[in-house]
């Protein structure tokens, strides 16, 4: 908490005014990401179209996927933290939509692929000979995860 204030600019004393812990601070902060994140990509009905700008604004809102990373690498579960989210349930209402047997999984392992696609693009994107910010990665697997959706 005291780097995060820091950071911020405040006291640690005016940061624990707002949350009572760090977990909750991050929780917060995940929380305002995937709103954003969903907000930005709510418009779009077709599952390819409204993947691929959960990623879009998922690399617009960066720290998103860096946090949840972060989050797995330090072995917390981010299952809860995930299903709870407006992102996944944004894309288990798709998937419930078109027909799948269990949204939720899917929600689940289409968001952790996503992430971990964002999050290891640039290096993805140079083993295959392209330039580390090339958005075709990203297009690529925005299609692939549509095509779990049943009638898509």
């Not at 624990?16 to 990401?33: H, Q, T, V």
């Not at 964002?118 to 330039?131: C, D, I, K, P, W």
Request: aromatic content about 6%.
């Amino acid at each position: 908490m005291r780097a995060i204030a820091t950071e911020a600019g405040c006291s640690v004393g005016l940061a624990y005014s707002y949350f009572a812990s760090k977990d909750e601070l991050i929780g917060a902060a995940l929380d305002r990401m995937a709103k954003r994140i969903t907000a930005e990509a709510a418009s779009a009905d077709d599952p390819r179209e409204a993947l691929l700008a959960l990623l879009d604004s998922m690399r617009a809102n960066a720290a998103f996927p860096r946090l949840l990373t972060w989050l797995v690498l330090e072995g917390h579960d981010v299952s809860s933290v995930m299903s709870g989210h407006p992102l996944m349930q944004s894309v288990a209402g798709l998937a419930a939509e078109r027909g799948g047997s269990d949204p939720a999984s899917t929600a689940m392992t289409m968001g952790l692929l996503a992430i971990g696609t964002f999050t290891y693009s640039a290096m993805l994107n140079q083993a295959v000979g392209r330039e580390p910010d090339d958005p075709r990665l990203l297009e690529s697997a925005a299609a692939m995860y549509a095509d779990w959706f049943p009638g898509s």
